[in-house]
């Protein structure tokens, strides 16, 4: 194994050695408890990876907290205000304190930032919210230092981190199955940002659907968002705007689906009598509309609550040397919510 253009990090340490993170981390806080095999396979990938410890930040993390940080970067601000309830409530319940931090600037500077942070303060572990749950540089840097870090809904489930997360492909399958069960042929989508792991797999649900009845998927039938408001709302005067235009706009969040019911209101079109609309979430402004948004219920207080659960149960196992568990990976249930949003297109 070799690693080139960039500082070994504790993951690939113990990917070499053939042993987890917590290990490594043990060995090198030289605990007894440790087999002197296995000190010998982390000492050689150590010496053979010519790895750094952090080791300020590590001493950091290392000492009893109960403060957590809940991170993010430019994601729904529905979405994010909803974990962050649950992972308020929880940690309340808990004991523990939570600070929230935002991650917006370029991410070569992430590792900086993430650095200064846990030197201001004595974090015990991080929640990662999509997209940082799958952003390389903050991963890389987490595991280098051995702080107990829980994902939500990440893509990828690289660096041996737990996570909690529904199946946004399957929901998103789902969703547009019942579209088409009601009669839509002409189904459009405005997506999410790039970055984010809850774009690529709802929009590939939504395709995998129409695949499987043979439906086409025009390429003017698809728009690009930001999960915001305000580009939902451009993506769909985009789409309206057609001469052919879709009978159903399948929205990749909430925000974006409530900005689509202007547009419609604006081109003088009733929902759902001449166009449907379903969103992802169920957000609070899902019935904070008219009519009220059909959309999947994404169960985000439950995600949060059970990332803290998780994450305390890590940081306790770490602070009383307990057996260290194996990454948790959870997933939980999601809902379709038929509200007012779909009819049948012969009903236009």
């Known amino acids: 194994m070799a690693v080139k253009n960039r500082n070994a990090t504790m993951q690939d340490v113990a990917a070499l050695a053939g042993v987890s993170m917590m290990t490594v981390s043990r060995v090198l806080a030289d605990e007894r408890k440790v087999r002197q095999v296995t000190q010998d396979k982390v000492q050689a990938a150590i010496l053979q990876l010519n790895y750094k410890p952090n080791m300020s930040a590590r001493s950091l ?60 303060n004595n974090i015990g572990g991080i929640i990662l919210p999509p997209p940082l749950s799958d952003s390389t540089t903050v991963l890389d840097f987490l595991a280098s230092i051995d702080i107990p870090v829980i994902k939500i809904s990440p893509q990828k489930t690289q660096h041996g981190f737990s996570y909690v997360c529904m199946d946004e492909s399957k929901a998103a399958f789902e969703m547009t199955e019942y579209l088409i069960k009601q009669g839509h042929t002409k189904i459009a989508f405005i997506k999410g940002p790039a970055d984010h792991s809850g774009s690529h797999l709802r929009y590939q649900g ?23 408001y305000r580009s939902g709302f451009e993506a769909a005067e985009i789409l309206l705007a057609q001469k052919d235009r879709p009978t159903a706009i399948f929205s990749c969040n909430d925000d974006m689906a409530a900005a689509t019911l202007s547009v419609a209101q604006k081109c003088n079109l009733s929902v759902p009598d001449q166009l449907s609309v379903v969103g992802f979430d169920d957000a609070a402004i899902a019935t904070s509309i008219w009519p009220p948004l059909t959309t999947v219920r994404q169960p985000i207080l439950s995600m949060a609550e059970k990332a803290i659960d998780i994450l305390i149960r890590q940081l306790e196992a770490k602070n009383t040397e307990a057996d260290e568990e194996m990454p948790q990976k959870n997933v939980l249930d999601f809902d379709l919510v038929m509200r007012g949003t779909v009819l049948p297109p012969s009903a236009m």
């Open 61 to 120: 993390a290392s000492s009893r907290s109960r403060l957590l940080a809940f991170l993010y970067q430019n994601s729904s601000e529905g979405y994010v205000g909803q974990l962050l309830i649950g992972a308020l409530k929880q940690c309340q319940a808990c004991g523990y304190n939570l600070v929230v931090g935002s991650l917006d600037g370029k991410e070569e500077d992430f590792a900086k930032v993430l650095n200064g942070l846990l030197e201001r």
């Open 206 to 228: 939504f395709v995998k659907a129409l695949e499987k009845h043979g439906l086409a998927l025009p390429e003017n039938y698809i728009e690009k968002g930001l999960f915001t």
